[in-house]
């Protein structure tokens, strides 16, 4: 049991005055590990359960512990008001890029810290499709329009890895292992939590699609269930997902896809 102080203001029709209190709680952890039975649990689902428990908590404390919970991985964002325990088995994905893809991250962010971008290289696929991408490629989508500038920036370290826009015909000619592709991103995009410049996995599942330089590095036949072995092992934020898709005008494909020929159960509809 943890004890905390809840700072709250009592209104009437003469005054308005200050009370403070303390109250006892059960510890957040606790609350959790109650609720993950429900599965997906929203806000209210919460603040329910610490009244039944006859605790008192302000919204901003809870959604302050439920900002935490989400940060540390203890909970994943599942929809829009819908969360998920990691424990039940999904968690959030984190991109582990390989050595070289860091090496383009990291020079971009000395060069560039202000830059937006966001990164998916083609090798990460291999975790969950049959026929492995034998040749990695490394797109960077570069916001606020400075592709441009970010192949000059690119081009005079890693001469010859580096194409800006191509057309496909440019990209299979000259493509190489560890080749970087320029390509421009769209605003609005999903951002990842972390600050290692790799895209989130709600943005790239839509670009394996609607980005025809990554779609043909892959055997269409490995798609669909390569999207329900994504979806059964991690914790998809589905707003998240069909908001960028809908930025793209993919929202209709990309549900008919995931629901009809990958067989994923959606959350949210």
Request: with cysteine; hydrophobic share 40%.
């Amino acid at each position: 049991m943890a004890r905390i102080k809840l700072l709250y203001y009592v209104t009437s029709s003469a005054n308005k005055h200050q009370i403070c209190r303390n109250c006892q709680m059960d510890g957040f952890d606790n609350i959790l590990t109650n609720i993950a039975g429900k599965g997906i649990f929203s806000h209210k689902d919460l603040f329910i359960l610490f009244s039944e428990r006859g605790s008192t908590v302000s919204k901003s404390t809870l959604d302050r512990r439920l900002r935490a919970a989400i940060r540390s991985g203890l909970v994943v964002r599942v929809g829009r008001n819908q969360y998920m325990l990691t424990r039940n088995g999904r968690t959030r994905y984190v991109a582990q890029p390989s050595e070289s893809c860091r090496e383009i991250v990291d020079y971009i962010q000395s060069k560039c810290p202000d830059m937006r971008i966001s990164v998916f290289e083609t090798r990460q696929m291999n975790e969950f499709v049959n026929h492995l991408v034998a040749i990695n490629t490394i797109f960077v989508y570069v916001g606020n329009g400075m592709s441009d500038f970010l192949f000059q920036v690119l081009h005079k370290r890693f001469s010859g890895r580096v194409l800006l826009k191509p057309t496909e015909e440019e990209y299979f000619r000259y493509r190489v292992e560890n080749m970087v592709v320029l390509l421009d991103g769209l605003s609005e995009e999903p951002r990842n939590m972390e600050s290692n410049g790799m895209a989130p996995v709600e943005k790239w599942l839509v670009d394996l699609f609607e980005e025809p330089l990554i779609r043909q590095n892959f055997n269409g036949a490995d798609l669909p269930g390569a999207c329900a072995e994504i979806f059964a092992r991690y914790a998809i934020d589905e707003s998240r997902l069909f908001r960028y898709a809908r930025r793209r005008n993919a929202e209709g494909r990309l549900k008919i896809l995931l629901t009809e020929h990958a067989g994923v159960n959606l959350l949210t509809r």
